[in-house]
């Protein structure tokens, strides 16, 4: 089913990042509800067949932890790429952490294992799949209206990833040392980031720039991680999530656990619970 700009209706706004804009829209053709992120790219007409050419990759991607796919088009004018892709009406950690925020919520240890769990088993498929994600951060997980808790915004074109290098932006806080060392990514990167996420989610705000030092340079952070004692999780959290992120955040990523070895830990084997009730939770954090 191929997709163009005039299939689309009732566009509302759902938020911003670096990259670009996603909107919450009704695909006519189908009625079917869907986000629509737009990216501004390069207008070179061979570089953007190539970004869509990568991008169709996603369509292969089938997995209950994996943010479904539906279609990329070249969009309005002549330097704009739109994906579409499965929207997630519980929104993002990021939007989830911030509301429970504002209504003093914290967010349990049961939801937490869980959400390390999904992001684990999203991990393992998409490694079986030869992908890296490469953007695991709260903004990037997102929930369903039923609980389901799935990855988003994976890294699949090379081509789009380069045409955005220039939006050099706070997203490195989740960079793993052997990145900001120039050293290829491995899945066990992801992991890194994964930590520095559970601790954002845990405490309802960012593991950094760390507390003491709200003011470094985007230079002194990437030194800090590289080189200083990363922070913990609080120590109102239990042993097992303490040691889960301390075990995200070794530095060595030879000595980093892989996602399959991550799914043993003690925090995802103790905690996590299939049963937990995220729809009815997610009812009550957004007042449905
Ligand atoms: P970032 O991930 O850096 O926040 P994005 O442009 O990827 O920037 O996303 C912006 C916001 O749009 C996210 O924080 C999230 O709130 C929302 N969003 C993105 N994708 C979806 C989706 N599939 N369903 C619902 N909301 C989404
Ligand atoms: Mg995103």
Redesign the pocket.
């Known amino acids: 089913s191929d997709m163009k700009p005039d299939d689309f209706e009732n566009a509302v706004r759902?938020?911003?990042?670096?990259?670009?804009?996603?909107w919450k829209v009704m695909h006519a053709p189908t009625k079917i509800v869907m986000?629509k992120?737009t990216i501004t790219v390069d207008p070179d007409p061979q570089l953007q067949r190539q970004i869509l050419r990568e991008l169709s990759f996603l369509k292969t991607c089938e997995s209950p932890y994996i943010?479904s796919f539906y279609g990329a088009f070249l969009d309005d004018g002549e330097t704009t790429i739109a994906i579409c892709?499965?929207?997630?009406e519980g929104?993002?950690l990021?939007?989830i952490y911030k509301r429970a925020k504002q209504i003093n919520g914290v967010i349990g240890e049961t939801i937490l294992a869980n959400i390390a769990e999904a992001v684990c088993k999203g991990l393992i498929y998409l490694h079986s799949q030869k992908v890296i994600h490469r953007d695991i951060k709260p903004?990037?997980i997102?929930m369903t209206k039923k609980g389901q808790i799935k990855l988003?915004?994976l890294g699949v074109s090379g081509e789009l990833i380069n045409s955005m290098a220039e939006t050099f932006t706070g997203?490195q806080y989740y960079m793993a040392p052997e990145r900001i060392k120039g050293a290829p990514y491995s899945v066990s990167s992801d992991i890194w980031s994964l930590g520095l996420t559970i601790i954002e989610v845990a405490q309802n705000n960012p593991a950094l720039p760390p507390p003491g030092q709200p003011h470094l340079t985007i230079f002194e952070l990437l030194d800090f991680i590289v080189h200083q004692p990363m922070p913990t999780v609080g120590s109102d959290r239990s042993i097992e999530c303490q040691n889960f992120v301390s075990t995200c955040l070794i530095k060595d990523p030879e000595h980093r656990p892989t996602p399959e070895e991550m799914l043993n830990n003690e925090f995802i084997k103790t905690r996590a619970d299939a049963t937990c009730d995220i729809e009815g939770w997610l009812k009550g954090l957004w007042g449905w």
């Open positions: 759902l938020g911003e990042g670096a990259a670009g804009t996603v986000a992120k943010v892709m499965e929207y997630c929104g993002s990021e939007d903004s990037n997102l988003c915004d997203t």
